[in-house]
């Protein structure tokens, strides 16, 4: 059997920049965290993505940000953590611990308000 791939966009759905723990109510968090682990489960249910028979040990997942402003680094980083949590919550990955799961974090221009985020999980 081969590597496990999974890939997914979803279409004007971007996760909240600037979103520091130390700038928001736990509770905003939380929210967007469960909005989050819905849209994968959701995605996953309609485009007929299979799960992998057991959580992966190790995976790389690269995740794209399409919008019409570049965020820095940083935020573009935090803002995918409600996304990386669901891949664990769900099941997918085993933990998104760096012994689990490497990842890249990429950008790239969109129109204003066509944004959009791209989530490629590859077995390693």
């Known amino acids: 059997m081969g590597k496990y791939v999974l890939r997914m966009e979803f279409d004007r759905m971007l996760p909240q920049l600037n ?4 700038r928001r109510h736990w509770s ?3 929210r967007e965290a ?3 682990t819905e849209r994968l489960r959701v995605g996953m ?4 993505h299979k799960r992998p028979p057991k959580p992966l040990k190790m995976a790389l997942v690269r995740l794209w940000r ?3 402003r570049q965020p820095d680094f940083d935020n573009l980083v ?3 953590k409600p996304v990386v949590d669901a891949l664990v919550k769900l099941g997918l990955i085993e933990d998104d611990g760096p012994s689990h ?9 969109a129109p204003p308000r066509q944004g959009s985020i791209v989530i490629e999980l590859t077995e390693v």
């Open 19 to 22: 979103t520091g723990h130390t």
């Open 66 to 68: 399409k919008s019409s």
């Open 78 to 80: 935090m803002s995918f």
């Open 45 to 48: 249910l309609m485009g007929r």
């Open 34 to 36: 469960r909005r989050w």
């Open 101 to 109: 799961l490497d990842r890249e974090y990429l950008w790239e221009t």
């Open 28 to 30: 905003v968090g939380h």
